[in-house]
Each structure stands twice: as C-alpha cells, then as structure tokens.
C-alpha cells in the first residue's frame, strides 16, 4: 500500500500465511483486526498507519501517542497484537519496571508511562501470556518540551521554606468529562545513590478531589516529612492522578506531573530541629565540602563562547536555554540580569555539561563576578547517555547537583553564602574559546566556502557538498521552477555521520496541499516536526530542531551531529538555503563544494582529485568542467533514496544572465544596489525574474557576512581574577582598564587595585601589573582611616569616610567582626 507524494510504502503482512502480496485467497482467513478478513488503515495523513491488531513483519507494534514525556503520565494506546480479556498483558518502557496492560478491545490495550530516567527513544516492550514479546521505539520528551505542564500550573511558592499555603490548578478535560470523577493530589519525591534513583511517594495532599474543581489548596502544616525522608530527599514533583475506574478511551491521561521544585516547605521543621534556624548554611556547607572533593568534570566542558553573537552562531555546539531566551523574552530567574544563556549540546563522558550566559553588552557574565553568572552543571538539565543511571538522568540529576544546592546556598538566604556556589560553579573561561567556521549555499546557485571563496555552482544532479571521515552531505541541484533560463538550485540535502541516522530533506511536492514546505525522511522513513513534543527529535548520532517561521509551516530545521557540526536549512521561495557549521576539530578536514577550512590563504577549491581550481581567475564554464562535476555524486556513493531525474536538454548557464524583457536595470539597481552589477542579487534577479528571490539572496549574502564577522577569536585576557571583589567593568577584552574597588565579603589588600588587558609579544594576553590584589576573610576589621588630609579633599569624599569611620568605630565597639557582608 502506497501514501503516493514519495512518501513509500506501508506493508500487509501476512505472517507465514502467504509468501508474496500476489497470494491474496489467504486474506480473508486472516484475523487483522475485530474479525477475520478485515484490514484497517488510516490513509487521511501522510504516513499510514496500521490499524488492528495484525503485526508488522518485523514484529513492530503500532503506538499512539509516539512522543510522551519524561516524567510519565500519557495513556499509550497500543496495537498490533489480536488480545482477549483474559490475557495477561504487561507494558514495560526501557529500563523501567513493568506495568499492567488494561485492555481496551480485541485490538489494542492501554499502557500508562511511567516516571521515566531516560529520554530520546526509549523500547515499549509489550509481554502477553509471559510469551509473545512484541516491541516499539517511542519518544520520551524533556518535560519542558511537552504539552503535559499547559495542563497543570502551580501557585507561587512551591520552592519556598516559609509558604503556609500553596495550590495548584489543573485542566480536567485531559482527565475525564465525567463530573463525578475524582483524582489524588501526591507529592512525590526524587533522589539517587551511587547506584539507584528512587522516586517516592512522600505525601498525599489530598484524595478524592473532585477533578471538576480543578483547583486544590493544603496548608504546608499539615504535609511535614517524616523519618529518614527528611534528611534524604531535597526534590519532588507533585502529581494529580486520575483514578483508574475513571478511565475512558478519551481519557489522554493518567495523571499530569508538575516541573521539578526544591521541597524546603516539606523539610522546613525537621531542619531546623536538626541543624537549627541557619540550617541553610549547613546544608550548602556540608554540600560545598563533599562536592570540592572531585572537580575534575570541569576539565571536560567546553570554554565559553566569549560574546553572545559567538554563542549564536555556534550551533553546532551550543543550544538556546529554555529558562533566558533572548527570542522569546523569558525572565531569567536563576541568571537575573542576563539576556540570553546557552547550554552545551553534548554533554561530557561524566554526564557534564556547560551553560554560559551573557549580559546586555553581549558580553559573557562570569559566575566570580556576580552571583547571576554563567555557571556549568556537573548534571546536564538534558541528561546524559546512556541515561537510566545516576548522575546522567535528564533534569532529575541536574536539579540534584545544580539548582537545589543554589536554593540553600543563594535563594533561601539571599546570597548570603553563595560564594561557596559559585566557588564550584566557577565560568569556564572564554580567553580559550576557538570559533567554528561557516559555508553557505543560496540562491541560484551561490556557494560561501568555509575559506570564504564565493563562486556560482551551475549544474544539475547530486553533488557533494562537503565531507569528512565522519561525516557526509550531499546536494541535489534542480533547475528553477519557472525559469526559462537554465538557473539551477539546490532543492534537497542529505546527510550521515557514522554510526548516525540518515537525514533528508526535500522540497514537499507542489501538488500538497498543506502548508507544509519541506518534507524530512529519517531512514527513508517520512517525519513529523509539527507539535511540541514532536519539534526537537533526539536521535542516532544527531538531533533535529524545528525552528519554522509560523506555526505548521515546516520551513526552516537545524540538525546537530554529536561531533559538533550543525547544518541548517531553510526553505525560501521554494529553494534550500543552507548553512553548514563546523567546528575547530575539522580545519584542514572537509573536502567538497563548500571546500576546506584552511590558515593557509586559498584563492581556490580543491577538485575531487585534489587539484586546486582557482576562482577568481576562472570562467563559470572553467569551474563547472574542473571544479562541480568532479564533486558528482556516483551511483554508489548516492545517499539520497531515490536518484534525481534526468533532463537531457539541460545546458548550463554559463554567461551572466541577460536582462529579463519585462523588468529594467533600474528596477534591479532599487533592490540590489548600483555600486556591484555583477552581483548575486543582480545574478538572480536577472536569472529568475524574482524580486523575492533576488531580495532572500541579499537578506542571505549579507547575513553570511556578519556570521563571519563573530566567527573570529575575540582578544580577551580572560576573567581578572580576584574573588569576591567588586570592579567598576566586566569588559576583559585587550586594551580594557578595570579598578577593583571593594570587595564583597572582607576587605580589600594589594599593592595595585588598577590593571590593564595588554597583548605580549609572544601573542598572549595578560593582566598588568601582576595581580596582587585580595579580598580578605572578615575574620578582622580593616585599618581604620584617620581621615580625610590635604585642602583639596571634596565634601563628597569627605562624607564617605566619616561614614566608614563611624562604622569601623561601630565594629570595634561591639564584637569585632567586620561589617561587610
């Protein structure tokens, strides 16, 4: 059975009944769904999907939804097996403990998800009778990245230690419409050992709620821990949880799960039993100690991009944070001040990972320097793999590490002891940082180089367009729908790294009729990018992200590789543009059309046979013959899955395009400029009679040029490290002046409180003079000041030190301490 539209084929299987589709008497005996004989598909999307219960010949179950979160909750619905109400059917997702199956009909049961320590694809393994084993990858989402948190939103202060009351609200239509329904109200607890992660049902809030409330409210003195889970659990989720006899086939839901919060309001009374009213300091102490015992995970994380704009255009390595996100104006609360962070996208072998953060210079904010700064994450919030173990689960061990210990040690006592946070979260430096390099293809047909050659690909067919030993990327060049010239451009890509899955993308068919604009293949297989959870897709080797222009539009994808290359391509009046990404690693390494990253300055692309062809002294026809087709891919190197088609009249355009009949140089000047004629907005306007065309060529050209503008080493000495000092700038860039002029804990020594970023002669940068000054302890009051001498002192100044002479007199006076807090 066919989808049509290139979208392949969908099987009948016929277990050992039948050896080919040609064999059809045997159909009717065939028991595929309520009864013998009867086949059911769903053919109204793109992709069919079996209905019934007859299984795949791979022995591939059919599940809905395919996208499920994390943290659990999605009733799954799963056919592909014929079932009687007397089987004993199990449900067992990844590495987690097997659940009952509740059977629905003779073609399909329910599994409910449970709290999950993995995420990407995870194996649904379905048990009948403790024999047949049937199975099927589906994807478990980050919590942030599913639709299950718009359904339930919690009040303020649920991460607080002194809220007496809290509530919570939830969307009873995803339970159940039946009024009389009723759901739990649990708080549930997470932790690990070196060995287990344990969720835990620490409270029940409430039972019996009526779901058509859809609010609950509890006093916090009513839910205090008891025993050991006082000392043992810092974290929990809450869950409103349907009760199973209210189960309906509409129902989506057996319960929804909040984010993940601190559960001081849960502890508060045992800890200050325990460790008394400053119990934050011990714990934040306790934790500071036992962390600093192993540091060597730093070493692992990648140094941070020393600008936001580095940090933008590295996406091959480097990924938006969800909680401050310039684009989509979020707050920031654990980075006030900051307007944009971004995390590492690969985690490190430990489970690691690296957030940096930057300020409204655009500058990046170091976590010595305020108690707002960038900090990595001995956790990755993404998780690690091989995930399902300690230390490497998504968010859960992130929260564990990273964000319950700045709850005690900063939130809950006003940064009073978050020096000793920042101490283990320490910026990765960015005087080290290396950029990546960029190459572009656009238009029709207009190629960037990673050298920053600019030349016009003519050609029809597959091509390579840059390759390396362990990666892949091809082109397939067509001719511009509506051209009467022979301009060629680039309307599919395919790409592979090793051991990755293979990714195309393609110009969806003019004939489809949703908005839809490009079509993805992941191994041959078509895939979808059209709701949230479905709009990040985790999978072998690579990651792909659907960052389209309007909602269902399709148009505009980034792939990660796990190398740290990262390739974008964007759908613009029915051409590809794109983008490739490449970081330091590969410098002398790729090999192709957009050519190689070299120091070495290239007047040229080397051909598949080595040669360097040069460019600007070259004709388009030179190019072509020496250069474009030598880069053709063969039959057997093909990745595409289906091979381009032959236009046997095509000859390329060698020649600048004429002026078209109906449009005069005038108009072209308007839009693309007078100062360069023989540019590529001029090329495509004159080529493609497309003003829209020509404008995306600009708008592409000119973006590509600045991309290269931030893609430079940015000349910094790195971080003036004096800790806990106050400076009057941030800027550590070469030739920047900063004044330490205080200190935020102690007092301030050194012969020099003044230094300049300079370069050296060896081309390092240094701080000079030598640093020698040092924020001291409070253990003792600073030197007091006689005051102010000389006729010249301001009456401003004059005022201050009377201030800090009256205080430094307050201090002696009473207990000697200092101060300064």
């Not at 590295?314 to 920031?332: A, E, H, K, P």
């Not at 397939?476 to 060629?488: E, N, Y």
Request: net charge negative; charged share 20%; hydrophobic share 35%.
């Amino acid at each position: 059975m066919n989808g049509g539209l290139n979208v392949g084929w969908k099987d009948v299987y016929c277990e050992s009944n039948c050896i080919s589709t040609q064999n059809v008497s045997v159909f009717p005996d065939i028991m595929a769904s309520d009864m013998k004989g009867r086949f059911i598909y769903k053919v109204s999307d793109d992709v069919i999907i079996r209905g019934g219960c007859l299984p795949s010949d791979d022995g591939q179950l059919e599940v809905s939804p395919q996208y499920v979160s994390a943290f659990g909750g999605h009733i799954v619905d799963v056919s592909g097996v014929c079932v009687t109400n007397t089987s004993k059917v199990t449900c067992k997702f990844g590495a987690s403990d097997p659940v009952e199956a509740v059977y629905a009909s003779p073609m399909f049961v329910r599994c409910l998800t449970p709290r999950l320590t993995a995420r990407d694809l995870v194996t649904l393994k379905i048990t009948i009778d403790d024999s047949t084993v049937l199975h099927k990858d589906i994807h478990a989402v980050l919590p942030f990245q599913s639709t299950q948190l718009d359904h339930i939103v919690l009040s303020l202060g649920w991460d607080k230690t002194d809220v007496r009351k809290l509530n919570l609200t939830w969307d009873y239509k995803v339970f159940s419409n039946n009024p009389a329904a009723t759901v739990d109200i649990l708080l549930i607890g997470y932790r690990e050992t070196e060995t287990q992660m344990i969720f835990k049902i620490l409270a029940t809030l409430g039972t019996n709620v009526k779901i058509s409330d859809g609010v609950f409210e509890f006093d916090t003195s009513d839910h205090r821990c008891s025993g050991e889970d006082c000392k043992l659990f810092e974290q929990g989720m809450v869950e409103v949880r349907l009760n199973t006899k209210y189960w309906t086939p509409a129902t989506k839901y057996g319960f929804i799960g909040s984010g993940i919060f601190p559960i001081g309001w849960h502890v508060v009374e045992y800890m200050k039993s325990t460790h008394g009213a400053d119990w934050s300091k011990v714990l934040c102490t306790n934790w500071y100690d036992t962390d600093r015992q192993e540091m060597t995970w730093l070493e692992e994380l990648l140094d941070c991009p020393c600008t936001l704009d580095q940090a933008l255009t590295d996406f091959g390595r480097w990924l938006t944070d969800g909680g401050c996100n310039i684009f989509n104006g979020s707050v920031c609360t654990y980075h006030i001040g900051a307007v944009h962070c971004v995390r590492s996208f690969k985690p490190s072998k430990s489970g690691a990972g690296n957030q940096c953060c930057y300020g409204p210079d655009g500058n990046v904010r170091y976590a010595a320097d305020s108690f707002q700064g960038s900090t990595p994450d001995r956790g990755h919030d993404w998780g690690a793999p091989p995930y399902n173990k300690p230390g490497y689960v998504p968010s859960l061990s992130h929260w564990k590490h990273d964000v319950v210990t700045f709850y005690y040690c900063c939130l809950w006592v006003d940064y009073k002891y978050c020096d000793n946070y920042m101490d283990q979260r320490a910026t990765r430096d960015c005087k080290n940082y290396q950029p990546p390099k960029t190459a572009i293809i656009y238009g029709g047909l207009h190629v960037r180089t990673f050298a920053n050659i600019a030349y016009v690909a003519v050609g029809i067919g597959d091509y390579w367009l840059t390759k390396t030993t362990d990666f892949q990327l091809q082109g397939r060049f067509d001719q511009i729908k509506g051209t009467l010239v022979f301009s060629t451009a680039l309307v599919g890509v395919v790409l592979q790294g090793t051991n990755s899955s293979k990714v195309e993308i393609q110009l969806a068919p003019s004939t489809y009729t949703s908005q839809r604009v490009l079509t993805i293949l992941v191994d041959q297989q078509i895939t979808w990018f059209n709701t949230l959870e479905r709009s990040r897709q985790d999978l072998k080797g690579l990651t792909i992200i659907n960052y389209e222009s309007q909602a269902g539009k399709h148009d505009n994808f980034t792939i990660i590789m796990t190398n740290g290359i990262g390739v974008q391509v964007v759908a613009v009046n029915n051409l590809l543009h794109t983008t490739v990404v490449v970081p330091q690693a590969y410098k002398d390494q790729t090999e192709g059309l957009l050519g190689t990253w070299s120091d070495i300055e290239m007047d040229g692309v080397k051909n598949r046979n080595g040669q360097l062809i040069p460019i600007q002294t070259s004709s388009t026809q030179h190019i072509y013959e020496n250069l474009i087709t030598s880069w053709s891919v063969n039959a057997t190197e093909r990745l595409f899955q289906y091979p381009t088609m032959q236009n046997p009249s095509f000859a390329p355009l060698f020649s600048f395009p004429l002026l078209p009949i109906n449009i005069t140089e005038d108009e072209i000047n308007e839009l693309c400029g007078s100062e360069m004629p023989n540019s590529s907005c001029h090329y495509d306007y004159r080529a493609t009679g497309s003003s829209d065309i020509a404008n995306a060529t600009l708008q592409a050209e000119t973006w590509f040029k600045t991309v290269q503008s931030f893609q430079v080493p940015v000349e910094s000495c790195g971080l003036l490290d004096v800790p806990r000092s106050i400076k009057n700038s941030y800027n550590y860039g070469i030739g920047s002046k900063i004044n330490i002029d205080g200190c935020r804990k102690g007092y301030l020594t050194g012969e020099t409180t003044s230094y300049m970023c300079t370069r050296k002669g060896n081309n390092t940068n240094v701080w000079e003079p030598e640093i020698s000054a040092m924020c001291k302890a409070p253990t003792q009051p600073p030197p007091c000041p006689s005051g102010p001498t000389g006729a010249g002192s301001s009456p401003k100044i004059t005022s201050i030190l009377a201030i800090f002479i009256f205080m430094c007199y307050l201090v002696s006076y009473t207990t000697g301490s200092s101060f300064f807090l």
